[in-house]
């Protein structure tokens, strides 16, 4: 994606769209900010890669249809039957499932997600999480429990054998898609979570985009220097929820709540689902720091920008701490 005024404006329509779903008292004008969000955001993820078509065509149908669920579940409404406000309940959740890319609808992420360039995929996996988000907790429903059960156990357990790094962050938004959906009853909570996995990819996204890696065996045979790879190391940790690390303190923000809300049956999944996490990232970052003294000596000379972004997520973690008592 290059800068410029099409793009810059894009981005301007596309925030207006996420206020507009933010601030909307009906339901008309949050579909309304919805397709503007998609409208939006379809043109950025246009690229030299002659596969972004295609992810750009995809992302549009599966969008359209979600799209078009939540739409029918407005119209149903205004029937007003009890039965048909049960179903009509199930497709509006459905609709805002398949939107952000939850399971048992996750599929289409991972087709989505590979010839993206860098920014695009990060807002991808990010903002563009908002305003289904917000819809879904104005729902309000108790129908999410095995979406949420099923998504943390096939994405930790997917994410095993992938060499793709872009499809390991795919899987890590839909393993944390299903944590914000756990504490989805508090608004407040869900945007702590966003802001703060937010930061980690772009962190995150920055550093990959720096050592230039799309696979696994690539953050293995490289040259970098220590301060990167320390950087990488760190940022990875956070990611899978290392203390005291920053993503420590969002699983410990939805532990927390499920042990408010009695249930227990999530936070035995989640914790069991967490050690499948920190195995896959650890495995990413685990050989190049066994590699730690194989660099060019020049490299001692090259002044890095990066150095201080691994203090970025040991920093953040006692204010976090401080906002999570406040909570």
């Known amino acids: 994606m290059n800068f410029n005024s099409t793009s810059v404006l894009l981005v301007n329509t596309m925030m207006i769209g996420v206020i507009m779903v933010n601030s909307s008292n009906n339901w008309i004008s949050m579909w309304m900010g919805l397709e503007l969000v998609l409208m939006s955001f379809i043109p950025l993820m246009q690229n030299k890669n002659l596969l972004s078509a295609e992810a750009m065509i995809k992302y549009f149908i599966v969008q359209s249809i979600a799209s078009t669920m939540f739409l029918f579940s407005v119209t149903i409404m205004l029937v007003g039957d009890s039965m048909i406000m049960g179903l009509n309940k199930i497709i509006l959740t459905t609709s805002m499932l398949i939107k952000l890319g939850s399971a048992p609808f996750h599929s289409w992420v991972l087709m989505v997600l590979e010839p993206l360039s860098l920014l695009p995929l990060m807002t991808m996996l990010t903002v563009m999480k908002l305003p289904p988000l917000i819809i879904m907790h104005q729902i309000n429903t108790n129908l999410l429990t095995i979406p949420i059960l099923l998504g943390m156990i096939i994405s930790s357990v997917s994410c095993l054998n992938q ?60 040259n970098f220097n220590s301060w990167i790879k320390l950087t990488l190391w760190i940022n990875m940790l956070s990611m899978a929820g290392f203390p005291p690390l920053m993503g420590f303190f969002m699983k410990m923000m939805v532990m927390q709540n499920a042990i408010q809300e009695n249930q227990f049956l999530i936070l035995l999944i989640l914790v069991l689902t967490s050690m499948l996490v920190m195995l896959f ?16 000596k020049w490299g001692l000379l090259s002044k890095s920008i990066n150095q201080w972004m691994f203090m970025v997520n040991s920093l953040m973690a006692p204010i976090l701490c401080s906002s999570m008592v406040n909570l």
Request: charged share 5%; hydrophobic share 50%.
């Open 163 to 222: 060499t793709s790094v872009r499809s390991t962050l795919g899987y890590s938004s839909i393993y944390n898609v299903s944590l914000m959906l756990t504490i989805i009853s508090s608004m407040m909570e869900t945007m702590m979570f966003l802001t703060m996995y937010t930061l980690m990819m772009i962190l995150l996204s920055l550093n990959i985009n720096n050592m230039k890696i799309n696979f696994v065996n690539q953050i293995v045979n490289n």
């Open 281 to 296: 990232y650890m495995r990413l970052t685990f050989t190049s720091i066994l590699t730690f003294n194989s660099f060019k």
